[in-house]
């Protein structure tokens, strides 16, 4: 009997037997007519019984792809745009549509070998290249990015979205001027082009050209009224300006626009502490974190404003959740070691200072040399570069540390401002102080001024206290005091006064004091008031005018030189009442009897609850016992001052009668 055998099928025969076309486009029609009335789940259950692998026509393909795109299913499109492209390979309008849908799912990659794929059937669609452009561009292939953006611009001259697009990676490369030229030609072809907008007024704001930027803000919502994203970016740049109620204002708007902006309860969050106060600005804090509770720019400033609310354990717990999010961050850290200075805790207090050159609030590493940071350890004859980069008030304070290096065989040179070239050339004669480098000038290592406590392993009990360490020119001193002997009364008991700190928006404007607080002094018998102010502080005695507050006239430290005059006139005085400023450091480093006036969370250098300071022998602290009250602040200056002067006068008259 005849053997009878089932015929094998052919390796590549389909599983199943094709879906007949009758059967596919009546799916592809039912699809398409339950798309245009939205209802999109739907869409998909229908087409969910179709393989596309089952189908032979590649434009029923491409319609299935584009269905699936419309019911915005964008990875189940992929596989019928595929299949199109397969069964036809030069169908350029599936291809295209692959990669856009790669490039919507994030699929880079495959996105960008599909536009090549594309691209190398001739294809003259301009937005073909700018989104291969862009898909380029995620890949971090920049300059094919700008050769694709290039392309679309030589189709299509007047394509506003491909030159914002070569602008982001002008500016992403640093040419924020070509930048700039690109969005200008964006918003001339474009006039209401948001993205463009706001990206100019950005890249301004980040140059630091702030007014520029908030002019490009005000422009943006003359045409996007109440935008609270560009509400939120005025915010910030008016804060770089030091228009901080305008900032309050701006920011305002956004959160009352769009309460769920939580960049916009942060930046508030910052002015309120510079305006209304810590309590004001914990508030909003609070709301960012209620937010986003993994906000760690909101945890730390939370951290800072329970700081000034004298919270310190509570501020303690804010750091420590932000640093528990980001174990290295710079603000977390700097922040928190503020903190552990303020309370005394040098040991781990100065290591996390370290971080704040992190922050972008110091210029770390000025000079860029490619040699190690110098660890604190001694060697003879190394050579040693030490920069200053940071404040007036901390190159007066951390320079004791430079004779340290000196004395145990280091060579030393000082790489200061030229302002302070003068001043600083008083330490002893081993420091090398310079503003200028030789182009065959050589060093073993480097290290920032301020990062000297550290690298001492300073703590409260190995300070360099030893004052004074910086002298006033003898010369200067001989002048000074001949000018103040001949225009008041000699035998007075001289007082200099300094009020004012530095009015930038970003340093601490809570330091300085109104005038105004130092009536009681100006109205107590036998002082004399003597004005060691310079800039716009100085202008404030015009707004006071019944107060005797002598002005030293406008030769008074005039020159290229910072403090020349002001350390000869301190010389002259029998005290200096000052505000947290460079003046304050001035005078103890020359050893000058100093009260320091402070507000109730001073800066960490002045610790807490004492009226000393390692810091300088000759100083004392006069602390808020109120915040923002420094009327009774300055009554105990004044009763101080009195007994002060009783007993200069008494031992002035003890000297006097024991020469007779």
Same mark, same amino acid.
Request: proline share 6%; glycine share 6%.
């Given at each position: 009997?005849p ?9 590549? +025969?389909?599983a199943?037997?094709p879906v007949p076309?009758?059967? @596919?486009?009546?799916?592809l ?8 009335q939205g209802?999109?789940a739907e ?7 179709l393989?596309?692998?089952m ?7 491409h ?7 419309g ?7 992929v596989?019928? #745009? *595929?299949q199109a492209?397969?069964?036809r ?5 599936a291809i295209?549509r692959?990669a856009r849908?790669?490039q919507r799912?994030?699929?880079?990659e495959?996105a +960008?070998? %599909?536009?090549?794929?594309? =691209?190398?059937?001739?294809v003259?669609?301009p ?7 862009l898909v380029?561009?995620?890949?971090g292939?920049n300059g094919?990015a700008i050769t694709?953006?290039d392309? *679309?611009?030589?189709?299509?001259p007047a394509?506003?979205e491909?030159l ?13 001027d070509?930048?700039l030229k690109?969005l ?8 209401d082009?948001f993205e463009a907008? $706001?990206d100019?007024a ?7 050209r702030?007014? %520029?930027?908030?002019e ?6 003359a045409? #996007?009224?109440?935008?609270p994203?560009?509400l ?8 770089e ?6 900032a309050?204002?701006a920011?305002?708007?956004a959160?009352?626009?769009k309460?769920?902006?939580?960049e916009?309860?942060?930046?508030r969050a910052t002015v309120?502490? /510079?305006t209304v106060?810590?309590? %004001? ?6 709301r960012?974190l209620a $937010?986003?509770p ?5 945890l730390?400033g939370?951290g800072? &404003?329970?700081k000034?609310l004298? =919270?310190?354990?509570? &501020?303690e717990?804010?750091f ?5 999010l980001?174990? =290295?961050?710079?603000h ?9 200075l303020l309370?005394?805790n040098f040991?781990d207090?100065?290591?996390n200072y370290e971080?704040?050159w ?7 590493n000025?000079l860029k ?12 004859g ?9 404040? @007036?008030g901390?190159a007066?304070?951390?320079c004791?540390?430079?004779?340290l290096l ?9 790489f200061?401002r030229?302002k !302070? ?7 002893i004669?081993q420091?090398?102080c310079?503003?200028? @480098?030789?182009?065959?000038?050589r #060093? ?8 000297l406590p550290f690298?001492?392993?300073t703590?409260?009990?190995t300070?360099?206290?030893c ?5 006033? =020119?003898?010369a200067?001193?001989? /002048?000074w ?5 001949s225009?008041?009364?000699s035998a007075?008991f001289?007082?200099?006064?300094c009020w004012?700190g530095? !009015?930038?928006p /970003? +340093?601490?404007?809570?330091r300085?004091?109104p005038?105004?607080?130092f009536a009681?002094?100006a ?10 102010q310079?800039?716009?502080g100085? +202008?404030a ?5 019944e107060?005797a ?5 406008a030769d ?6 910072a ?5 000869a006139v301190?010389?002259?005085l029998?005290?200096?009442?000052t505000?947290?400023?460079s003046?304050?450091?001035?005078a ?8 320091l006036?402070l507000?109730?969370v ?6 807490l609850d004492?009226e000393?300071?390692?810091w300088?022998a000759t100083m004392?602290?006069?602390?808020q016992?109120?915040r ?6 300055m009554?105990?200056v004044?009763?101080v %001052?009195k007994?002060?002067h009783d007993?200069?006068?008494g031992?002035q008259?003890?000297?006097?009668a024991a020469?007779?």
């Amino acid at each position: 009997m005849p053997q009878t055998f089932n015929a094998a099928r052919a390796p590549d +025969a389909p599983a199943f037997a094709p879906v007949p076309s009758f059967g @596919l486009d009546a799916t592809l029609n039912d699809a398409a007519n339950l798309l245009r009335q939205g209802r999109k789940a739907e869409v998909l259950s229908a087409l969910a019984t179709l393989d596309p692998n089952m189908i032979s026509s590649p434009d029923r393909c491409h319609l299935a792809g584009l269905i699936h795109v419309g019911a915005e299913a964008w990875a189940g499109a992929v596989p019928w #745009f *595929a299949q199109a492209r397969k069964l036809r390979p030069d169908f350029v309008d599936a291809i295209v549509r692959l990669a856009r849908v790669l490039q919507r799912l994030g699929r880079f990659e495959e996105a +960008a070998a %599909a536009f090549d794929e594309a =691209e190398k059937f001739g294809v003259s669609d301009p937005s073909v290249y700018y989104n291969k452009g862009l898909v380029l561009h995620a890949l971090g292939r920049n300059g094919q990015a700008i050769t694709a953006f290039d392309h *679309a611009l030589r189709l299509q001259p007047a394509y506003p979205e491909a030159l914002r697009a070569g602008a982001i990676i002008l500016s992403q490369s640093g040419n924020f001027d070509g930048a700039l030229k690109f969005l200008e030609e964006a918003l001339r072809l474009k006039p209401d082009y948001f993205e463009a907008l $706001l990206d100019r007024a950005n890249i301004l704001n980040a140059l630091k050209r702030v007014d %520029a930027a908030c002019e490009a803000y005000r422009t943006a919502l003359a045409r #996007f009224p109440g935008n609270p994203d560009l509400l939120n970016n005025l915010g910030v740049a008016l804060i770089e300006t030091g228009d901080l109620k305008g900032a309050l204002e701006a920011l305002d708007q956004a959160v009352a626009i769009k309460p769920e902006l939580v960049e916009a309860w942060l930046n508030r969050a910052t002015v309120l502490m /510079k305006t209304v106060g810590p309590d %004001a600005a914990l508030q909003s804090f609070d709301r960012a974190l209620a $937010l986003r509770p993994d906000y760690q720019a909101a945890l730390v400033g939370r951290g800072v &404003a329970l700081k000034e609310l004298e =919270e310190f354990d509570a &501020a303690e717990v804010a750091f420590d959740a932000a640093l528990a999010l980001d174990p =290295e961050s710079a603000h977390a850290r700097n922040n928190k070691g503020v903190l552990q200075l303020l309370r005394g805790n040098f040991r781990d207090g100065l290591e996390n200072y370290e971080y704040r050159w992190g922050c972008g609030l110091t210029p770390h590493n000025q000079l860029k040399f490619p040699i190690p940071q110098w660890q604190g350890n001694s060697h003879p004859g190394e050579k040693l570069i030490v920069y200053g980069g940071e404040g @007036l008030g901390d190159a007066l304070q951390f320079c004791r540390y430079l004779p340290l290096l000196a004395k145990a065989g280091i060579d030393v040179t000082f790489f200061c401002r030229s302002k !302070l070239l003068r001043l600083m050339r008083g330490l002893i004669p081993q420091v090398r102080c310079v503003d200028d @480098l030789g182009p065959y000038e050589r #060093f073993d290592s480097q290290i920032a001024l301020s990062s000297l406590p550290f690298a001492f392993r300073t703590d409260l009990t190995t300070i360099p206290s030893c004052t004074p360490y910086l002298a006033a =020119e003898p010369a200067l001193v001989s /002048k000074w005091a001949e000018r103040l002997m001949s225009r008041g009364n000699s035998a007075a008991f001289k007082i200099g006064l300094c009020w004012q700190g530095n !009015l930038d928006p /970003k +340093a601490d404007p809570s330091r300085s004091i109104p005038l105004a607080h130092f009536a009681p002094l100006a109205g107590t018998k036998n002082f004399r008031l003597i004005s060691l102010q310079k800039g716009e502080g100085a +202008a404030a005695l015009a707004a006071v005018p019944e107060l005797a507050i002598e002005m030293l006239g406008a030769d008074f430290d005039a020159g290229p030189d910072a403090f020349i005059d002001t350390a000869a006139v301190m010389q002259t005085l029998d005290l200096i009442i000052t505000c947290d400023t460079s003046v304050a450091h001035l005078a103890g480093a020359l050893g000058r009897p100093t009260f320091l006036l402070l507000r109730k969370v001073p800066d960490w250098r002045w610790m807490l609850d004492r009226e000393d300071t390692p810091w300088y022998a000759t100083m004392r602290l006069f602390r808020q016992r109120t915040r923002g009250d420094w009327d009774e602040t300055m009554l105990r200056v004044v009763d101080v %001052a009195k007994a002060l002067h009783d007993y200069n006068s008494g031992l002035q008259t003890l000297r006097s009668a024991a020469m007779m």
